[in-house]
Protein backbone atom coordinates (compact mmCIF):
# COMPACT_ATOMS: atom_id res chain seq x y z
CA UNK A 1 0.00 0.00 0.00
CA UNK A 2 1.54 3.57 -1.48
CA UNK A 3 0.96 6.78 0.91
CA UNK A 4 -1.17 8.84 -0.75
CA UNK A 5 -1.65 12.15 0.84
CA UNK A 6 -0.30 13.55 3.96
CA UNK A 7 -2.62 16.00 5.86
CA UNK A 8 -2.54 19.22 8.46
CA UNK A 9 -5.17 18.71 11.28
CA UNK A 10 -6.09 21.12 13.40
CA UNK A 11 -6.87 19.80 17.14
CA UNK A 12 -7.10 23.26 19.09
CA UNK A 13 -5.15 25.29 21.11
CA UNK A 14 -2.75 26.44 18.81
CA UNK A 15 -1.38 23.25 17.75
CA UNK A 16 -2.24 20.65 14.82
CA UNK A 17 -0.91 17.27 14.03
CA UNK A 18 0.18 16.10 10.54
CA UNK A 19 -1.51 12.56 9.30
CA UNK A 20 -0.08 10.49 6.57
CA UNK A 21 -2.59 8.36 4.70
CA UNK A 22 -2.00 5.01 3.04
CA UNK A 23 -4.31 3.93 0.30
CA UNK A 24 -8.04 5.53 -0.28
CA UNK A 25 -8.39 8.19 2.26
CA UNK A 26 -11.93 8.10 2.17
CA UNK A 27 -12.41 4.23 2.77
CA UNK A 28 -12.52 1.99 5.68
CA UNK A 29 -9.45 2.19 7.57
CA UNK A 30 -6.87 1.79 10.63
CA UNK A 31 -6.05 4.71 12.45
CA UNK A 32 -2.13 4.14 13.96
CA UNK A 33 -0.87 6.29 16.96
CA UNK A 34 3.05 6.41 17.63
CA UNK A 35 4.71 6.56 20.89
CA UNK A 36 7.61 8.48 22.47
CA UNK A 37 10.89 8.73 20.54
CA UNK A 38 8.44 7.94 17.60
CA UNK A 39 6.90 9.09 14.64
CA UNK A 40 4.52 8.94 11.37
CA UNK A 41 7.65 8.44 9.09
CA UNK A 42 8.68 5.62 12.08
CA UNK A 43 5.46 3.26 10.58
CA UNK A 44 5.88 3.77 7.00
CA UNK A 45 7.15 0.18 6.56
CA UNK A 46 4.42 -1.18 8.66
CA UNK A 47 1.64 0.71 7.02
CA UNK A 48 2.66 0.11 3.60
CA UNK A 49 2.76 -3.50 4.55
CA UNK A 50 -1.04 -3.92 5.75
CA UNK A 51 -3.53 -5.54 3.53
CA UNK A 52 -6.61 -5.90 6.08
CA UNK A 53 -8.15 -2.15 6.05
CA UNK A 54 -8.42 -0.21 2.62
CA UNK A 55 -6.45 2.67 4.52
CA UNK A 56 -4.24 3.58 6.76
CA UNK A 57 -3.88 6.53 8.42
CA UNK A 58 -0.44 7.07 10.52
CA UNK A 59 -0.75 9.97 13.67
CA UNK A 60 2.37 12.38 13.42
CA UNK A 61 1.44 13.49 17.32
CA UNK A 62 2.20 16.73 18.38
CA UNK A 63 6.06 17.80 19.28
CA UNK A 64 7.10 16.78 16.10
CA UNK A 65 7.74 18.03 12.58
CA UNK A 66 5.78 18.98 10.63
CA UNK A 67 3.07 18.55 13.47
CA UNK A 68 2.42 21.55 16.43
CA UNK A 69 4.11 22.19 19.77
CA UNK A 70 3.09 20.14 22.59
CA UNK A 71 1.33 23.92 24.16
CA UNK A 72 2.08 24.76 28.12
CA UNK A 73 -1.75 22.75 28.49
CA UNK A 74 0.05 19.31 27.21
CA UNK A 75 -1.22 16.30 29.36
CA UNK A 76 -1.98 12.86 28.65
CA UNK A 77 -5.72 14.22 28.05
CA UNK A 78 -4.66 16.34 25.02
CA UNK A 79 -3.25 13.10 23.24
CA UNK A 80 -6.78 11.46 23.92
CA UNK A 81 -8.28 14.72 22.54
CA UNK A 82 -6.45 15.15 19.48
CA UNK A 83 -6.56 11.48 18.34
CA UNK A 84 -10.90 12.36 19.26
CA UNK A 85 -10.17 14.96 16.47
CA UNK A 86 -8.44 13.05 13.62
CA UNK A 87 -11.20 10.26 14.20
CA UNK A 88 -14.22 12.74 13.47
CA UNK A 89 -11.51 13.56 10.20
CA UNK A 90 -11.57 10.00 9.34
CA UNK A 91 -14.71 8.82 10.36
CA UNK A 92 -14.91 6.05 8.09
CA UNK A 93 -12.12 4.46 10.75
CA UNK A 94 -12.63 0.94 11.78
CA UNK A 95 -9.57 0.21 14.15
CA UNK A 96 -7.32 1.75 16.51
CA UNK A 97 -3.59 0.30 16.96
CA UNK A 98 -1.17 2.11 19.00
CA UNK A 99 2.28 1.23 20.22
CA UNK A 100 3.46 2.38 23.79
CA UNK A 101 2.09 5.33 25.15
CA UNK A 102 0.27 5.46 21.82
CA UNK A 103 -1.31 2.18 22.98
CA UNK A 104 -2.76 4.17 26.55
CA UNK A 105 -3.67 6.95 24.07
CA UNK A 106 -6.19 4.41 22.06
CA UNK A 107 -7.46 2.77 25.09
CA UNK A 108 -8.28 5.57 26.66
CA UNK A 109 -10.20 7.14 23.06
CA UNK A 110 -11.75 4.16 23.16
CA UNK A 111 -13.56 5.16 26.49
CA UNK A 112 -14.84 8.53 24.24
CA UNK A 113 -15.58 7.28 21.15
CA UNK A 114 -17.28 3.78 19.72
CA UNK A 115 -14.56 2.15 17.74
CA UNK A 116 -15.34 -1.68 15.63
CA UNK A 117 -11.53 -2.95 16.97
CA UNK A 118 -8.38 -1.43 19.07
CA UNK A 119 -5.27 -3.09 18.96
CA UNK A 120 -2.69 -1.90 21.14
CA UNK A 121 1.24 -3.04 21.06
CA UNK A 122 2.80 -3.03 24.86
CA UNK A 123 0.93 -0.11 25.92
CA UNK A 124 2.27 1.33 28.83
CA UNK A 125 0.30 3.40 31.60
CA UNK A 126 1.10 5.46 35.13
CA UNK A 127 3.69 5.53 36.39
CA UNK A 128 6.28 4.27 33.72
CA UNK A 129 9.50 5.79 33.69
CA UNK A 130 8.75 8.51 36.69
CA UNK A 131 12.25 7.52 38.02
CA UNK A 132 13.54 8.78 34.97
CA UNK A 133 12.15 11.85 34.94
CA UNK A 134 14.67 13.89 37.56
CA UNK A 135 17.45 13.11 35.04
CA UNK A 136 14.87 13.79 31.73
CA UNK A 137 14.18 17.22 33.52
CA UNK A 138 18.28 18.37 33.56
CA UNK A 139 18.21 17.05 30.01
CA UNK A 140 15.36 18.99 29.17
CA UNK A 141 16.96 22.43 30.57
CA UNK A 142 19.97 21.84 29.12
CA UNK A 143 18.71 20.77 25.43
CA UNK A 144 21.37 18.14 26.14
CA UNK A 145 19.33 16.03 23.61
CA UNK A 146 22.25 13.35 23.30
CA UNK A 147 21.85 12.48 27.23
CA UNK A 148 17.85 12.42 26.81
CA UNK A 149 18.26 9.12 24.33
CA UNK A 150 20.95 7.96 26.74
CA UNK A 151 18.15 8.30 29.31
CA UNK A 152 15.37 7.04 27.75
CA UNK A 153 17.29 3.66 26.66
CA UNK A 154 19.43 3.18 29.60
CA UNK A 155 17.08 4.03 32.64
CA UNK A 156 14.05 3.37 30.99
CA UNK A 157 14.19 0.83 28.40
CA UNK A 158 16.81 -0.83 30.36
CA UNK A 159 19.31 -1.51 26.97
CA UNK A 160 22.92 -1.67 27.76
CA UNK A 161 25.76 0.61 27.34
CA UNK A 162 26.71 -1.67 24.15
CA UNK A 163 23.58 -0.62 22.38
CA UNK A 164 23.52 2.78 23.42
CA UNK A 165 27.04 2.98 21.60
CA UNK A 166 25.75 1.04 18.47
CA UNK A 167 22.75 3.76 18.09
CA UNK A 168 25.40 6.21 18.55
CA UNK A 169 27.77 4.84 15.44
CA UNK A 170 24.98 5.35 13.32
CA UNK A 171 25.13 9.05 12.68
CA UNK A 172 21.70 9.22 11.18
CA UNK A 173 19.97 7.43 13.34
CA UNK A 174 21.31 9.44 16.48
CA UNK A 175 20.47 12.84 14.50
CA UNK A 176 17.24 11.46 14.62
CA UNK A 177 16.72 10.08 18.13
CA UNK A 178 17.73 13.48 19.16
CA UNK A 179 15.14 15.31 17.42
CA UNK A 180 12.15 12.62 18.73
CA UNK A 181 13.78 13.17 22.32
CA UNK A 182 12.67 17.12 22.30
CA UNK A 183 9.10 16.67 23.51
CA UNK A 184 9.97 12.91 25.36
CA UNK A 185 10.69 15.35 29.15
CA UNK A 186 7.08 16.92 28.90
CA UNK A 187 5.42 13.35 27.36
CA UNK A 188 6.90 11.32 30.15
CA UNK A 189 5.93 13.85 33.14
CA UNK A 190 1.86 13.92 31.20
CA UNK A 191 2.22 10.11 31.31
CA UNK A 192 3.15 9.82 35.41
CA UNK A 193 1.38 13.10 36.00
CA UNK A 194 -2.32 11.17 34.68
CA UNK A 195 -4.73 9.53 37.13
CA UNK A 196 -4.78 5.95 37.86
CA UNK A 197 -7.14 4.75 34.46
CA UNK A 198 -10.10 2.52 35.38
CA UNK A 199 -11.32 0.75 33.05
CA UNK A 200 -10.53 1.42 29.56
CA UNK A 201 -11.42 0.53 25.59
CA UNK A 202 -15.05 0.47 27.63
CA UNK A 203 -16.58 1.44 23.83
CA UNK A 204 -14.55 -0.88 22.13
CA UNK A 205 -16.10 -4.02 20.68
CA UNK A 206 -12.92 -5.45 20.33
CA UNK A 207 -9.91 -5.18 21.70
CA UNK A 208 -6.25 -7.15 21.34
CA UNK A 209 -3.43 -6.90 23.71
CA UNK A 210 -0.04 -7.33 21.86
CA UNK A 211 3.57 -8.48 23.55
CA UNK A 212 6.56 -8.91 22.07
CA UNK A 213 7.70 -12.72 23.08
CA UNK A 214 11.06 -11.33 24.22
CA UNK A 215 9.02 -8.81 26.94
CA UNK A 216 6.53 -11.15 28.32
CA UNK A 217 6.90 -10.87 32.17
CA UNK A 218 9.97 -9.24 31.86
CA UNK A 219 10.47 -5.23 32.98
CA UNK A 220 9.64 -2.24 32.02
CA UNK A 221 7.27 -3.16 29.35
CA UNK A 222 5.86 -6.90 30.23
CA UNK A 223 5.18 -5.84 33.66
CA UNK A 224 3.70 -2.70 32.32
CA UNK A 225 1.66 -4.82 29.93
CA UNK A 226 0.64 -7.12 32.37
CA UNK A 227 -1.21 -3.90 34.90
CA UNK A 228 -2.68 -2.43 31.70
CA UNK A 229 -4.19 -6.09 31.22
CA UNK A 230 -6.17 -5.21 34.69
CA UNK A 231 -8.14 -2.54 33.42
CA UNK A 232 -9.01 -3.92 29.92
CA UNK A 233 -11.26 -6.62 31.48
CA UNK A 234 -12.36 -7.80 27.88
CA UNK A 235 -9.19 -7.83 25.88
CA UNK A 236 -7.32 -10.52 24.00
CA UNK A 237 -3.66 -11.34 24.07
CA UNK A 238 -1.41 -11.79 21.62
CA UNK A 239 2.19 -12.57 21.44
CA UNK A 240 4.43 -11.42 18.27
CA UNK A 241 7.60 -14.54 18.18
CA UNK A 242 10.97 -13.57 18.58
CA UNK A 243 10.33 -9.56 18.85
CA UNK A 244 10.44 -7.38 21.58
CA UNK A 245 9.38 -2.96 22.19
CA UNK A 246 10.84 -2.04 18.42
CA UNK A 247 9.25 -4.48 16.90
CA UNK A 248 7.83 -1.29 14.26
CA UNK A 249 11.95 -0.97 13.07
CA UNK A 250 13.13 -4.70 13.69
CA UNK A 251 10.54 -6.58 11.92
CA UNK A 252 8.15 -3.98 10.31
CA UNK A 253 6.16 -6.53 7.90
CA UNK A 254 5.77 -9.32 10.71
CA UNK A 255 4.04 -6.61 12.98
CA UNK A 256 1.87 -5.75 9.81
CA UNK A 257 1.20 -9.50 9.01
CA UNK A 258 0.03 -9.95 12.72
CA UNK A 259 -2.07 -6.67 12.46
CA UNK A 260 -3.58 -7.83 9.19
CA UNK A 261 -4.56 -11.25 11.18
CA UNK A 262 -5.93 -9.61 14.25
CA UNK A 263 -8.30 -7.68 11.83
CA UNK A 264 -9.74 -10.70 10.16
CA UNK A 265 -10.27 -12.49 13.77
Known sequence: MEQTIQKKVPV?????????????????????VPGVMSDARAWGRVAGAVDAWPSVVVVNRRGRASSGPLTDAYSLRTEVEDLGVVLAEFDSARALFGWSYGGLITLLAANDHPISQVIAYEPVMPPFGRHALPDLKVADETSD????????????????????????????????????????????????AALPPGEMAQQADRVELVIGQRNRGSAPYGTSFDKVRQHVAHASVHELPGQGHLAHLQAPAELAHLLDRLAAI
Open 12 to 32: GGDSWVTVDVYGEPDAPGLVV
Open 145 to 192: WDRSVEIVNRQISGFSAAHVEGLRADQDGWAMLRRLSGPLYAELRALT
